[in-house]
């Protein structure tokens, strides 16, 4: 019997920070959810979907997930994009939610059934100095981590990326406009190796350590950098050039083996064919929410399978417990995971998002829920936590030229 869609509904809210998820409903009754959240640009997702994506949707089988996905990508003519694609994920989510609610199972197990007991997990963590970064890393440790993303100020640049005052780390900011950042590669690749050396002594030989250089560096510096942080044997280096100009990355392939972590801010397959097939990477950063949904995902990771690329799903706070669910089920199904971001949320945030998967001693679990594990709860609601209005920081060098961020 054909499942059909019935109705799509938008649901755009800040329990401290701003999310927007999508609800499909079939005829009879079934809901499935999907993450759309773009931090800072929430609100042109929220468009896409109501003005154009939902409409289009009503009377389609919900069960057809590959067709509503080429019928949303190339049945609209332009293509990709993170808006774009974020609103396709949404959709595909809340299908793929749909479909396994149907069956009666957890996501990972229509994927093709877990590959994995458990999912590594890394954490954030962040200090203006070595000892308020090793406290930070401490206190995930008591949280269970073994794996930790550092990030740490460096004295001459006022605000360096990752390191935050708050708590709740990197919600766009509530300004009316965008906040002022500053930058200066020579500072931070002065201070940065003997900075991650010293973090390196003190957590020991076994810690899992990260560090993201968030798009910044020239590609001589980035190479410069890889080569220099050899010996603190990162698991990776994340974003350490734009990549938009990827043949960059093959000089610093040259001049270090320091494994290499991009994609959080790609879109579709194509922006990471090249570096796949070129062996540029190690590790593919793309989310569940802002790459078009499980279904294009699932080839991005194929791909990396086949040139021994691993996953490394991008998890911030800005992906939402629904997207964050998504993510799960698709590193428990498939053979090349390598490791997966994730931010503890205060508790609101999982109260509102009731959800199936959980955290225990630095791993994650999807949980056995049919579907993707995850309800709204009746409180999430635009009336109680309205759309709060804000910006990502936008990054500049010391002369005041506007710079990657
Ligand atoms: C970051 C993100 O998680 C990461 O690695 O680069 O926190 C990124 O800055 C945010 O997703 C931007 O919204
Ligand atoms: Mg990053």
Redesign the pocket.
């Known amino acids: 019997m054909v499942e059909k869609i019935a109705s799509g509904e938008v649901v755009v809210a800040s329990p401290g920070r701003n999310f927007v998820t999508l609800r499909l409903r079939t005829e009879s009754g079934i809901t499935g959810l999907g993450d759309a959240t773009l ?2 640009r929430e609100l042109a997702v929220a468009s896409y979907l109501r003005d154009h994506v939902v409409p289009a949707l009503n009377g389609r089988d919900a069960q057809a997930i590959e067709d509503t996905w080429m019928y949303l990508y190339k049945g609209a003519y332009w293509r990709g994009g993170p808006v774009t694609m974020a609103a396709i994920a949404a959709v595909d989510m809340a299908l793929w939610d749909i479909k396994a609610k149907m069956a009666g199972l957890p996501l990972y197990q229509l994927l093709g059934g877990a590959c994995r007991e458990r999912v590594l997990a890394y954490a ?1 963590t962040t200090g203006s100095d070595i000892n308020g970064l090793m406290r930070s890393i401490e206190k995930a440790q008591e949280d269970g981590y073994e794996a930790f ?1 550092v990030q740490i100020g460096i004295p001459g640049i006022m605000d360096t990326y990752g390191v935050s005052a708050s708590e709740y ?2 919600p766009a900011l509530r300004d009316s406009q965008p906040a002022r950042f500053h930058w200066d590669a020579e500072t931070y690749l002065r201070q940065i190796p003997k900075l991650l050396r010293d973090i390196r002594a003190q957590c020991g030989e076994e810690a899992i350590l990260l560090h ?1 250089v ?1 798009h910044r560096l020239a590609p001589v510096q980035a190479a410069r950098l890889a080569r220099d942080l050899e010996e603190v044997r990162l698991f990776w280096l ?2 350490v050039t734009p990549s938009d100009d990827q043949d960059a990355l093959s000089l610093v392939r040259q001049h270090s083996t320091t494994p290499l972590a991009i994609g ?1 801010v790609f879109n579709t397959i194509w922006q990471c064919k090249a570096l796949m097939e070129g062996h540029l990477i190690d590790y593919i ?1 793309m989310s569940v929410t802002h790459g078009g949904g499980v279904t294009h995902l699932r080839k991005v990771l194929w791909l990396a399978e086949l040139h021994q690329v691993k996953s490394g799903l ?3 706070s ?1 992906v939402s417990p629904v997207g964050m669910a998504a993510s799960l089920h698709l590193d428990f199904a498939i053979s090349n995971f390598g490791i997966q ?1 994730y931010q503890q949320r205060p508790a609101l945030i999982d109260d509102l998002f009731p959800h199936a998967y959980s955290f225990r001693d630095g791993y994650l679990y999807p949980g056995e829920e049919s579907g993707l594990g995850v309800t709204l709860s009746d409180a999430l609601t635009a009336e109680k936590y309205p759309y709060v209005h804000g910006y ?1 920081p936008v990054n500049y060098l010391m002369d005041g030229t506007v710079h990657e961020w």
Request: hydrophobic residues 5%; aromatic residues 6%.
């Open positions: 931090n800072g954030h993303r780390y990197e993201d968030h994340e974003d959080e950063r991008h998890g911030p800005d971001e990502l």
